[in-house]
């Protein structure tokens, strides 16, 4: 099922839309400020508790409305809490829908300290308007988390779900239930990038006493860019800067009719990668 049909699901422009759009939740978090396209209204700010010993409330994503569209952006990591809770990566029983499986405990524990009151926000929103669910690396496990809550628990029973550079969510229990149910997904990923293959798929006993298993959620949908570097292979300006060649007069007019809205693209080149000489002897 992972190919089957993505020609008919993906859609480069809100592919495109979606990249910018994490980007800005990157940038709500970094400068406590966003941009979004001019038909676009904030309707709210996403925060959670990020971190494990010690969380703190941090800004997450947002959720944007439009005349036709809802859009709940989640960000990637972006601070040290993030990245504790990123590798708590033990398993726990998914909170919002019965018997479907075990997800992450790092990313499940900052999607449900903000649960409750993501969806009262989003049960006051007329459910004839498209919902586009959007998230970046930390973010995508996010997204997907949301996704099925989303479906399952309130009138969106079809919402899209656009991920860039994700790691793994949960279970196979879970990505199964999460198929079935979640139709319009698409999980976008650099063949180059190393935030995807993470968690790894087992981690088999002794780790814990029954092992540890992740898989992805589908539809996949693979790009290809290679930058000589970690950071820049998974960087969601580099991410939104392929997907722009795909369609390049959406992008040229989104980013020219929104200043500030798309993501600089400018560090999208390969990196050198040469070693800086010890000057010490000079």
Same mark, same amino acid.
């Given at each position: 099922?992972?190919?089957?049909?993505?020609?008919?699901?993906?859609?480069?422009?809100?592919?495109?839309? /979606?990249?910018?759009?994490?980007?800005?939740?990157?940038?709500?978090?970094?400068?406590?400020?966003?941009?979004?396209?001019?038909?676009?209204?904030?309707?709210?700010?996403?925060?959670?508790?990020?971190?494990?010993?010690?969380?703190?409330?941090?800004?997450? =994503?947002?959720?944007?409305?439009?005349?036709?569209?809802?859009?709940?952006?989640?960000?990637?990591?972006?601070?040290?809490?993030?990245?504790?809770?990123?590798?708590?990566?033990?398993?726990?029983?998914?909170? @919002?829908?019965?018997?479907?499986?075990?997800?992450?405990?790092?990313?499940?524990?900052?999607?449900?300290? !903000?649960?409750?009151?993501?969806?009262?926000? /989003?049960?006051?929103?007329?459910?004839?308007?498209?919902?586009?669910?959007? =998230?970046?690396?930390?973010?995508?496990?996010?997204?997907?988390?949301?996704?099925?809550?989303?479906?399952? %628990?309130?009138?969106?029973? %079809?919402?899209?779900?656009?991920?860039?550079?994700?790691?793994?969510?949960?279970?196979?229990?879970?990505?199964?239930?999460?198929?079935?149910?979640?139709?319009?997904?698409?999980?976008?990923?650099?063949?180059?990038?190393?935030?995807?293959?993470?968690?790894?798929?087992?981690?088999?006993?002794? @780790? !814990?006493?029954?092992?540890?298993?992740?898989?992805?959620?589908?539809?996949?949908?693979?790009?290809?860019?290679?930058?000589?570097?970690?950071?820049?292979?998974?960087?969601?300006?580099?991410?939104?800067?392929?997907?722009?060649?795909?369609?390049?007069?959406?992008?040229?007019?989104?980013?020219?009719?929104?200043?500030?809205?798309?993501?600089?693209?400018?560090?999208?080149?390969?990196?050198?990668?040469?070693?800086?000489?010890?000057?010490?002897?000079?």
């Amino acid at each position: 099922m992972d190919t089957l049909g993505v020609e008919h699901i993906f859609n480069s422009e809100d592919a495109i839309l /979606l990249a910018a759009m994490c980007h800005q939740a990157n940038l709500l978090f970094e400068q406590e400020e966003l941009v979004l396209p001019k038909d676009f209204k904030l309707r709210y700010i996403v925060r959670a508790l990020a971190g494990v010993e010690d969380p703190v409330v941090e800004a997450f =994503g947002f959720v944007a409305e439009s005349r036709n569209e809802i859009v709940i952006a989640f960000r990637g990591t972006d601070s040290f809490r993030d990245n504790e809770s990123d590798q708590d990566l033990y398993q726990v029983p998914y909170p @919002f829908v019965r018997n479907v499986g075990k997800t992450h405990r790092g990313f499940t524990c900052i999607y449900q300290s !903000t649960r409750d009151m993501l969806i009262r926000k /989003l049960i006051k929103i007329s459910t004839t308007k498209r919902l586009l669910i959007a =998230g970046y690396s930390l973010g995508g496990p996010l997204a997907v988390l949301a996704a099925l809550d989303v479906a399952v %628990n309130t009138g969106f029973k %079809n919402p899209i779900v656009y991920t860039y550079g994700s790691p793994r969510t949960g279970d196979p229990d879970f990505v199964s239930r999460f198929n079935q149910i979640v139709k319009n997904s698409i999980r976008i990923f650099n063949v180059h990038d190393i935030i995807p293959t993470l968690p790894a798929q087992a981690y088999p006993p002794p @780790f !814990t006493e029954e092992g540890l298993y992740y898989r992805h959620v589908s539809i996949k949908y693979p790009i290809s860019f290679q930058l000589n570097s970690l950071a820049r292979n998974h960087y969601i300006s580099c991410y939104f800067n392929n997907l722009s060649h795909i369609n390049p007069d959406f992008s040229k007019a989104l980013c020219y009719e929104n200043p500030g809205f798309c993501p600089d693209t400018e560090l999208c080149v390969p990196f050198k990668g040469i070693c800086s000489e010890n000057s010490s002897d000079k």
